[in-house]
């Protein structure tokens, strides 16, 4: 399925194919886990462009999609991509790396490692200037009235996204742990190629996210030393799902308001009512076309059945749970 489009999207909004073949093609960037990685010396060679070329008017303001992958961003965003006033980029690293050389999470487009944590200060004003014409370029060329990216892991980078894109909407999504885990797994063993996947070229993913999200953290101090043995794909992402999960209960904290925080099992259960309020929220007119199409796709999953997690890792994964209001799932 090229650009996450099948035959369900053509059907109900082929007018949206142009904006999203254009930021598969020129602007989303192919990662590491992918084939056809032979385009990306044409991707940064636009970006080169995009980033000389004057930004016009301001952008409106964009709508991220943020969280965890495997937690229903991915068709969450497509769904948003029906909406006829809508530009998707999705998971656009490319963008992001042109603009910043130092994100590159998974080796995708470099061997220096990647951070997760990026403030608006360390990437600079021109990066930031370069953020928002990379923006531009793409509502232009897409005739897109409004641009939604998904980009997961931006929920690290608040003070960058919210210094290059003031007024962006944020729609945080979150998922049981347990499915959200158990996907990740799955996921990482259908998808990788050769020894690369979900953790990147050699791990080096789940090393920056060891030494820069969960040593700092007293939360994971008495499991620290078990964490650091981990290589079971199922307990990794659980060590992923605690740390995102965190960093959102945290913003929410801080930031009353900042998030539409949307649950996963909430839009797969009542979707029509879930996508209007999104579409409130993010200042887009009602879409009968889009709404009908979210209706169509999305279904309540079956429940993984609970996973077996290492001994250390399982309490701070049943609290980080309960904090979230899931109920509390016993491991066999």
Avoid at 11 to 19: C, D, F, I, Q, V
Avoid at 49 to 68: E, K
Avoid at 235 to 264: H, S
Wanted: net charge positive; aromatic share 10%; hydrophobic share 40%.
């Amino acid at each position: 399925m090229v650009a996450q489009i099948d035959r369900r999207f053509l059907s109900a909004r082929p007018t949206k194919l142009w904006p999203r073949m254009l930021a598969y093609a020129l602007f989303e960037g192919r990662p590491l886990t992918t084939r056809g990685r032979w385009i990306n010396p044409f991707v940064f060679a636009g970006y080169q462009l995009w980033g000389a070329l004057p930004a016009g008017r301001p952008p409106r303001d964009p709508v991220f999609i943020l969280g965890l992958g495997r937690t229903g961003t991915t068709v969450l965003g497509i769904i948003l991509a029906a909406h006829k006033d809508v530009g998707y980029l999705n998971e656009p690293k490319a963008l992001w790396h042109a603009a910043l050389g130092n994100d590159d999470l998974i080796g995708s487009y470099s061997r220096q490692a990647g951070r997760y944590r990026i403030t608006a200060a360390q990437a600079g004003a021109r990066a930031i200037r370069h953020l928002r014409r990379y923006h531009a370029a793409y509502r232009r060329l897409s005739g897109s009235r409004q641009v939604v990216e998904k980009y997961p892991e931006l929920l690290f980078r608040m003070d960058l996204l919210n210094s290059a894109f003031p007024k962006a909407r944020k729609i945080l999504l979150i998922r049981n742990g347990n499915d959200t885990c158990q996907s990740i797994r799955n996921w990482s063993k259908k998808n990788a190629i050769s020894a690369d996947d979900w953790w990147g070229r050699e791990r080096r993913k789940w090393h920056v996210l060891l030494n820069e999200l969960v040593a700092p953290d007293r939360f994971f101090e008495p499991a620290l030393p078990a964490i650091r043995g981990l290589h079971r794909d199922i307990d990794m992402a659980a060590v992923e799902w605690i740390v995102t999960m965190r960093e959102a209960m945290r913003l929410q904290a801080e930031n009353p308001g900042e998030f539409l925080v949307v649950r996963y099992e909430d839009l797969t259960r009542t979707p029509r009512a879930v996508l209007s309020d999104m579409l409130e929220y993010c200042d887009l007119p009602p879409d009968p076309g889009m709404l009908d199409y979210g209706s169509e796709i999305l279904r309540p999953g079956v429940p993984h059945p609970p996973a077996r997690l290492h001994p250390a890792l399982q309490p701070l994964f049943d609290e980080t749970m309960s904090s979230l209001g899931y109920e509390r799932i016993i491991s066999e």
